[in-house]
């Protein structure tokens, strides 16, 4: 294009040469000049940039009004058209704002730079390289009377390498195998007698790992009463990441009671939020019972109630004085910023522990801005008439002297999950004071790949008494393999994970159709009022078969589960490693199968291997297996579309959306 446009310009000027010799030759002279020129004028301001004498400028032929144009339009087009290939200027243009003096200079540092960042020999090969461009520039700029542009050649760029904060590369380790470290109650000091004796009561002889290491660190916080910690510092905030199962909750629910028995003040004072009622309902129930008999009183805020009923269970009248009536409430977050936001009644200005369950998951709601909302709500006070109460507290700063004066009441968070991201950035939302990890390993062989902070993918625990399996199939053949998983396998009671509300209803109609299997759903589709019964039911051993979405994925703790089938591939490792987490849990043997369609295999399998699973095993159903079945699964989906109809499922956003298709559920 360039050429076209040079030959054009050149072509409109006639003159006295163009009759004596060819015409192309003539092109040819006459661009070869114009280069010449323009080089010149290039390397004249380049001098008057760096402030040498214009001495050749004079030289160059003074060009007519409409040349000079033309040549500007060129230049204009060139940069263009340079810019729109390369994104960057890659020659010095003189009407760059930024002098071409200054530019190599900044060039020449830049290098510099580049070549302190990177080791002795690759230095010398980029140097070798940038000579070899240069010199073959040389050579054809000598032959052509053109600059030829370069350096375009791919390069082997370094590899950054993932830098993880020190807390987090070396957490404190947590074992992994439960069975094989038990610890005594009687070994972890600071539980009173009376929350040992409830310990026992409800069946626990000894602490898992996690509550043998957790426990003591929460209570050594809070050694010197609530107002200051270890050394007369602000006790650090803590993380925790064990495999599902194993016992979390009471690893936050034990010190935290403790803690708080000394009933001092009746303020909130420890939040724990959870992401879904259900989960919140089940920790509820888990403070309550430890709470019983001690002066603690738990209140659970979860929307099973109205607002209104809600907000008289957290204050009671005492005399003429109105106090609170909860020292730890339990919420999700929805409900706890109506709280903040519409309660008056409702203050956070004494808490001394938030808890925050399934922490991955809450980071990633942190749109709903709750704990933005929650530390408003405890350092309100700082500036008000309650800044000099023995209970002022500000917002964390820099520890001096002056800010540990008079002493302060410490938030303290306790952050728990089975798949903590360990992604700095993720984790720097919550603002963590000095945060100290708790981790399980994964075994000899791995561990140094799991402390590897270099290490490309993130990697989980599973649970120890886990079995996995993978089964290929077809589509059409799914229902047939829950089917025959039930009633001739006699594998149940079955979680089964689906991953849409749509595939577990009509699945669970199926079921319900083809008749023998007492199954349910659980999924966005029910009240909460229906999931909780369900879950009942479940847990009590009324339904057999339970096909949820990833509703009940995450913490939902069901002793009875002794099978969990993945009905649909998960398409995330963490929520594979919560779906299979609802089997094997507090030590206890669990199978989990995972149906996977022929193009689903090898994807799956990576994901798995790469978080850190001990193995995956090939489990094949013979086609002959399911013949009894077929016949009257032919039946049913027959009239499996009426019902479905009846029932509303919008067709149209399921895999299976045409009447023939229903073959393929
Ligand atoms: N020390 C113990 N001895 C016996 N059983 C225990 C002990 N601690 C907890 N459990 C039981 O183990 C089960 C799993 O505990 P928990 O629900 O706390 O697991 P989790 O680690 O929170 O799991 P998830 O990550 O899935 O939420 C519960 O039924 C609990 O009662």
């Known amino acids: 294009h360039q050429f076209v446009y040079l030959f054009r310009y050149l072509g409109d000027e006639e003159d006295g040469v163009i009759s004596k010799v060819s015409h192309s030759q003539a092109l040819l002279t006459k661009l070869q000049q114009k280069v010449k020129q323009k080089q010149k004028q290039i390397l004249a301001k380049q001098r008057e940039w760096t402030g040498e004498e214009e001495t050749e ?67 010398r090969r980029e140097t070798e390289r940038e000579q070899e461009v240069e010199e073959s520039n040389k050579d054809s700029s000598a032959a052509t009377g053109f600059r030829v542009l370069g350096g375009f050649e791919s390069r082997p760029v370094n590899k950054a390498t993932r830098v993880l904060p020190q807390w987090l590369a070396e957490p404190d380790v947590i074992h992994r195998d439960i069975k094989c470290n038990l610890v005594p109650l009687s070994s972890v000091s600071g539980v009173s007698a009376q929350l040992l004796r409830k310990l026992e009561a409800n069946g626990i002889q000894h602490f898992f790992p996690v509550q043998a290491e957790v426990i003591p660190a929460i209570l050594e916080g809070a050694q010197h009463g609530l107002l200051i910690g270890r050394g007369g510092y602000r006790p650090r905030d803590l993380c925790v990441s064990a495999p599902t199962g194993s016992g979390k909750t009471l690893s936050f629910v034990i010190p935290v009671i403790q803690v708080l028995m000394e009933r001092t003040v009746c303020e909130i004072r420890a939040l724990a939020v959870l992401p879904t009622k259900e989960l919140a309902q089940q920790v509820y129930k888990v403070f309550a019972s430890y709470a019983e008999g001690t002066p603690v009183k738990v209140v659970m805020l979860g929307g099973q109630r109205s607002f209104a009923a809600e907000c008289a269970s957290l204050s009671e009248q005492r005399g003429s004085v109105r106090c609170s009536a909860a020292d730890i409430v339990v919420v999700t977050p929805g409900r706890l910023v109506d709280h903040i936001s519409k309660n008056p009644g409702f203050c956070l200005e004494h808490l001394r522990f938030l808890i925050i369950d399934e922490a ?119 229902p047939l393999l829950i089917l025959h998983f039930i009633l001739y396998l006699k594998l149940r009671p079955i979680l089964c994970f689906t991953n849409s509300r749509e595939t577990a209803h009509r699945l669970y109609r199926l079921v319900q159709l083809f008749g023998g299997v007492q199954a349910a759903e659980f999924s966005s589709r029910l009240s909460p009022g229906e999931r909780k019964n369900t879950l009942k039911n479940f847990e009590q051993g009324k339904i057999q078969l339970l096909i949820s979405t990833d509703a009940a994925a995450r913490g939902i703790d069901i002793s009875a589960v002794k099978c969990v089938v993945n009905y649909d591939a998960p398409q995330y490792i963490r929520t594979y490693i919560h779906r299979i987490g609802r089997t094997a849990r507090a ?43 077929e016949e009257r699964y032919e039946v049913v989906l027959q009239e499996l579309a009426d019902v479905i109809k009846v029932d509303g499922v919008t067709v149209a956003t399921s895999p299976f959306h045409c009447s023939s298709c229903f073959k393929l559920l």
């Open 57 to 123: 400028q004079q030289e160059v032929p003074s060009e007519t009004k409409d040349e000079k144009r033309s040549s500007e339009e060129h230049q204009q087009q060139q940069k263009r058209r340079r810019k729109s290939k390369t994104g960057v200027l890659l020659d010095a243009d003189s009407n760059n704002s930024e002098p071409a003096g200054k530019k190599r200079r900044k060039g020449a540092v830049d290098k510099k730079q580049r070549m302190a960042s990177v080791s002795p020999e690759s230095c």
């Open 587 to 629: 030590g206890k043997p669990g199978l989990a199968f995972t149906f996977l369609l022929g193009v689903q295999e090898n994807n799956f399998l990576r994901m798995v291997m790469e978080a850190g699973s001990p193995g995956v095993q090939k489990q094949l159903v013979k086609p002959e297996s399911l013949k009894g079945m």
């Open 360 to 478: 991955d998951r809450m980071i990633d709601s942190m749109h709903q801005s709750w704990l933005s909302q929650v530390l408003k709500a405890v350092y309100c006070s700082a500036a008000g008439p309650e800044a000099r109460t023995l209970f002022r507290r500000t917002e964390p700063a820099c520890i001096t002297a002056a800010s540990l004066s008079p002493g302060q009441m410490p938030l303290q968070k306790l952050l728990f999950s089975a798949t903590l991201t360990q992604n700095p950035e993720k984790l720097q939302q919550l603002g963590l004071h000095r945060p100290q990890l708790f981790s399980s390993v994964h075994g000899p062989s791995s561990s140094t790949t799991a402390a590897d902070p270099t290490h490309k993918h993130e990697r989980f625990d599973f649970p120890q008494g886990l079995t996995e399996f993978y089964v290929p199939c077809t589509m059409n053949k799914k």
